[in-house]
T-cell receptor, first 112, second 114 residues
Framework: GDSVTQMEGPVTLSEEAFLTINCTYTATGYPSLFWYVQYPGEGLQLLLKATKADDKGSNKGFEATYRKETTSFHLEKGSVQVSDSAVYFCALPYTGGFKTIFGAGTRLFVKA | DVKVTQSSRYLVKRTGEKVFLECVQDMDHENMFWYRQDPGLGLRLIYFSYDVKMKEKGDIPEGYSVSREKKERFSLILESASTNQTSMYLC?????????????FGDGTRLSIL
């Protein structure tokens, strides 16, 4: 069945470091892919999305490219800030359904 | 912007009580969802609803029920609260039953059962 696997955390980086959070998926068909972010004390919010193969989603300096050949949607940012400290979730809508499969989440700590 | 509002940020209840968690969305979304979030377990779907009075079980429905009498409101009910239901509860909504639409989340209710 459909599934999402993302790298375990926590990930600890210094400010201005490069960030990669890996996400791979298994799906029937060609769904959209999402990254959500959860800041401390808040719910999840959509960070970026890609709707088809080779699409690149971007927002707030974060980017992710939908790669069908490697079934991946890795999240990257060239220079993280303390304010990026949060939990990041990769997500895959069920093909043809209403539900979304969420990865386990990766907690990011950024030190000043 | 879509607003999903959960009635309480923090709630403390006693074992055996009947507990109601309320969620309201203001964007006329057809789909609404209840999740619980626990350390190391990620988000787990409890119930969802794709229309008024319609509901479907998610992955962990045991010990919970839901009510959707109006389109904008989706309630989660703990029939007889137990300590293992202490958790963060997140409500979400999404527009018409197109699977590729993202969900919009409330800020969560942190529920403690003593």
């Amino acid at each position: 069945g459909d599934s999402v696997t993302q790298m375990e955390g926590p990930v600890t980086l210094s400010e201005e470091a490069f960030l990669t959070i890996n996400c791979t998926y298994t799906a029937t068909g060609y769904p959209s892919l999402f990254w959500y972010v959860q800041y401390p004390g808040e719910g999840l919010q959509l960070l970026l999305k890609a709707t088809k193969a080779d699409d690149k989603g971007s927002n707030k300096g974060f980017e992710a490219t939908y790669r069908k050949e490697t079934t991946s949607f890795h999240l990257e940012k060239g220079s993280v800030q303390v304010s990026d400290s949060a939990v990041y979730f990769c997500a895959l809508p069920y093909t043809g359904g209403f539900k979304t499969i969420f990865g386990a989440g990766t907690r990011l700590f950024v030190k000043a | 912007d879509v607003k999903v509002t959960q009635s309480s940020r923090y709630l403390v209840k006693r074992t055996g009580e009947k507990v109601f968690l309320e969620c309201v969305q203001d964007m006329d979304h057809e789909n609404m969802f209840w999740y619980r979030q626990d350390p190391g377990l990620g988000l787990r779907l409890i119930y969802f609803s794709y229309d008024v009075k319609m509901k479907e079980k998610g992955d962990i429905p045991e010990g919970y029920s839901v009510s959707r009498e109006k389109k904008e409101r989706f309630s989660l009910i703990l029939e007889s609260a137990s300590t293992n239901q202490t958790s963060m509860y997140l409500c979400a909504s999404s527009p018409t039953g197109i699977s590729n639409q993202p969900q919009h989340f409330g800020d969560g209710t942190r529920l403690s059962i003593l």
